[in-house]
């Protein structure tokens, strides 16, 4: 067990992938030399060379639109967008072309492209650099998506990703890339928990909160609080977004009756929505009340004076879950 | 009107000397330079007609202004040190660039620039805070882009590109005499934008100016990794002609630059001009150039400094006066002292301002969700009852 950061178990798990396979290759802007921006990429190119760790020209679309050909002829490219905002420009590439390629060919061309994408926001960042843009692709079949806690999951799930022969968004979540977390480097990834499984990352009974990437933590940390109040949060992170493991959900709600779902994207179209309307078909009748969103605002992500006030925080997470157990809350004495 | 006139753009001169069929702009690959790095003038037969204006008092408030800006420079890359930026793009080592393009320019033309163009903003007029608010963290938008013709900063790379493209395309249907400016870096040329860019401006002759700042990186990565051939030659596959220009000396970034939009208003369509600079500092605050870049190639072009090379220009003809320093640098610090109190006096946004602006008209779900929001902010504010603690 060694002591990690998010960043350097996701470094540790690159660098294992390129070890086992020598048809993972990584692409993207300034990943050499500078060892990305972030350095996740840190001594990768000194260690593997220049034609595994590859410095890519400054154009999106070209980064994935030629992985894909490198998939075409056996490669597992595993490609660094570097900040969330900057993935549009290859967007058409990963809809149009990474995801429905292996639909299209009728399983003939398989994609097992890796997206690596630092998002969401918390660190003071100009525009286009604090976005949450999962839902987009969430809403893509034939893409998995997955959203990154902790260091061991970071580890282990960047592994599963790049053998996957399934096209994966691997969203880490920037703000967190510093925090140190334990990480087995023995892991064994065939008996390591699957890259779709959600997880319960602490009990309760009361309510049932869910999220996933940055906001786990928030999540964990609002839970701790509530207890202090004597209110039990079973917290469950995510993992996989596309698909979800819904299963877990359903189980935990049937034993809560109530749900709280938190992520920094806005509102309306988010993964909130696709969660609270999934479970109401599955559990209604366990259902004590309304499912409620903790979310970002439907506005662009603002300047970075005003993230705080869109970033769902502790304080704003307890009153949703006030909100869900029908006590005093904000919003108290409202109807809808 | 919109016309589709391939090789339109070849009607200007009949190749002279130097110049290939398809780009009569080209001078034989060589760098236009009109001063030394030691500070001579060069003369050039075509190019120094484009600069005859240009007098003494002319240099000395070129050399002001590139002053200005490098002092700009380092009170911001200050400023963010202190805590009182977010974050700083520094432009130190491409005044001449800056200055030299943006000052050859009509108030009514209109400029898409990247985020690295504060020096542009400065001479076009945008007030100091305007310049600091985005970096601060206080605005995601600078300057009224209506008022200074110039657009907000793009951090998009290459986007601004397309934008230039189609106002200049509406330039051309409203017949107006009048050119646009997008500036863009040497990594923005790998862009699909920016060649989808040259595909439209080469396909209708727009009035646009691309001025490419070839400093040489794109963060880590080194031209070589955007381009096997000088920047200024792609531009000729698309049919638009270009000049390769030193970006170190502010006279023949004004002499293209002007050319290049004289061709504009003109009706000659797009030029596209690589000034050939280095970008001394790091890419923004937050990036560390020494793990990527030697020490000794910063050396060789700290010695092709553009303020240094201006400066023994004026010093040569007896221009540099105690009397210009003083006053030059006098301004410097004025500028450099308000950047710093507009900066650090300017007022935080209210909570609520981040629900503003997303529509022009009203839009129910952000109305609800600032009401919410609005709820619960004020329930933080709801006094304690008597006796409940
Ligand atoms: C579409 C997009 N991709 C990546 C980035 C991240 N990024 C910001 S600046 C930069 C390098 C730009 O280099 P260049 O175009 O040469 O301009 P310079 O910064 O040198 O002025 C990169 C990769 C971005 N802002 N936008």
């Known amino acids: 067990m060694s002591k990690l950061t998010f960043a350097r178990a996701i470094n540790a798990g690159l660098r294992k992938s390129l070890e086992n396979d020598p048809k993972v290759v990584l692409m993207g802007e300034d990943i050499g030399a500078l060892g990305g921006v972030f350095r996740v990429t840190d001594g990768l190119q000194k260690d593997f060379g220049k034609h595994r760790v590859i410095d890519s020209p400054l154009a999106e679309s070209g980064i994935i639109g030629t992985a894909v050909g490198l998939a075409y002829r056996g490669y597992r490219p595993v490609c660094e967008i570097q900040f969330d905002g900057f993935i549009y420009p290859a967007f058409d590439q990963i809809v149009s072309q990474v995801a429905k390629m292996h639909y299209r060919t009728q399983g003939r061309v398989r994609m097992p492209i890796t997206i690596r994408v630092p998002f969401g926001g918390g660190i003071g960042s100009p525009e286009h650099h604090s976005e949450s843009p999962e839902a987009y692709f969430t809403h893509t079949s034939g893409l998995r998506v997955v959203a990154v806690s902790n260091p061991q999951d970071a580890y282990t799930m960047i592994q599963q990703a790049i053998a996957s022969d399934d096209p994966v968004l691997y969203f880490e979540p920037k703000r967190r890339y510093h925090d140190k977390g334990d990480v087995d480097e023995t892991i064994d990834l065939s008996t390591a928990l699957p890259l779709d499984k959600a997880a319960v990352v602490s009990a309760g009974s009361d309510v049932t909160l869910v999220a996933y990437g940055p906001l786990v933590k928030t999540a964990k940390d609002a839970a701790m609080a509530a207890a202090d109040d004597g209110i039990s949060v079973e917290v469950i992170d995510l993992r996989s977004l596309a698909p979800i493991d819904y299963p877990v959900v359903e189980a935990s709600v049937r034993k809560t009756g109530r749900l709280v779902i938190t992520h920094e994207a806005g509102q309306s179209g988010g993964l909130g929505a696709e969660i609270a309307a999934s479970i109401t078909e599955r559990c209604f009748h366990y259902l004590e009340s309304a499912p409620v969103r903790i979310t970002g605002f439907d506005v662009p992500y603002p300047y970075s004076k005003l993230e705080m006030h869109h970033l769902p925080d502790l304080d704003r997470i307890l009153d949703g879950v006030d909100r869900a157990l029908g006590r005093p809350n904000s919003l108290s004495g409202l109807e809808g | ?389």
């Open chain 2, 1 to 389: 009107m919109l016309t589709d006139q391939a090789g339109k753009g070849v009607h200007h001169d009949t190749p002279g000397p130097g110049h290939s069929a398809q780009n009569p702009l080209r001078t034989g690959g060589n760098l236009l330079q009109l001063v030394s790095p030691e500070g001579e003038r060069i003369s050039h037969p075509e190019f120094d007609v484009w600069v005859k204006d240009v007098g003494d008092e002319q240099l000395c408030s070129l050399y002001e202004d590139m002053t200005v800006i490098r002092r700009i420079d380092a009170e911001a890359t200050a400023l963010q040190r202190q805590g009182e930026l977010a974050l700083w793009p520094p432009l130190l080592g491409q005044e001449a660039s800056q200055i030299g393009s943006s000052r050859s320019l009509r108030d009514d033309e209109f400029v898409f620039p990247s985020y690295r163009e504060s020096g542009v903003a400065y001479v076009r007029g945008a007030h100091l805070s305007e310049i600091a608010r985005v970096w601060r963290g206080n605005a995601s938008y600078g300057w009224d882009p209506q008022r200074i013709n110039l657009a907000t900063p793009q951090i998009i790379i290459g986007s601004q590109s397309l934008h230039a493209t189609g106002y200049a395309m509406g330039v051309q249907l409203d017949g107006a005499n009048t050119a646009v400016l997008a500036y863009f870096g040497d990594g923005a040329t790998s862009e699909g934008d920016v060649n989808e860019a040259m595909v439209f401006a080469a396909s209708y002759q727009a009035p646009v100016v691309f001025f490419c700042q070839n400093n040489h990186w794109a963060i880590s990565e080194p031209v070589r990794v955007q381009s096997h051939v000088q920047l200024a030659d792609r531009p000729t596959g698309f049919g638009i002609p270009s000049m390769r220009v030193d970006g170190n000396d502010v006279l023949a970034v004004m002499a293209a630059t002007r050319v290049a939009l004289d061709r504009a208003r003109k009706g000659g369509g797009p030029t596209f001009i690589e000034a050939v600079t280095y970008r001394m500092g790091p890419h923004t605050t937050a990036d560390d150039p020494t793990r990527y870049r030697d020490p000794i190639e910063l050396e060789d072009w700290a010695a092709k400094d553009p303020i240094l090379r201006l400066r023994k220009l004026l010093e040569a003809k007896g221009l540099l006066t105690e009397d210009v320093e003083a006053r030059v640098t006098a301004k410097a610090d004025a500028v450099a002292a308000e950047l710093r109190s507009n900066c650090i006096e300017m007022p935080d946004p209210q909570p609520l301002d981040v629900f503003n602006h997303v529509y022009s008209t009203p839009n129910s779900w952000i109305e609800r969700q600032k009401d919410h929001y609005s709820r619960y902010l004020n329930s933080f504010n709801q006094p304690v009852e008597k006796g409940a603690l």
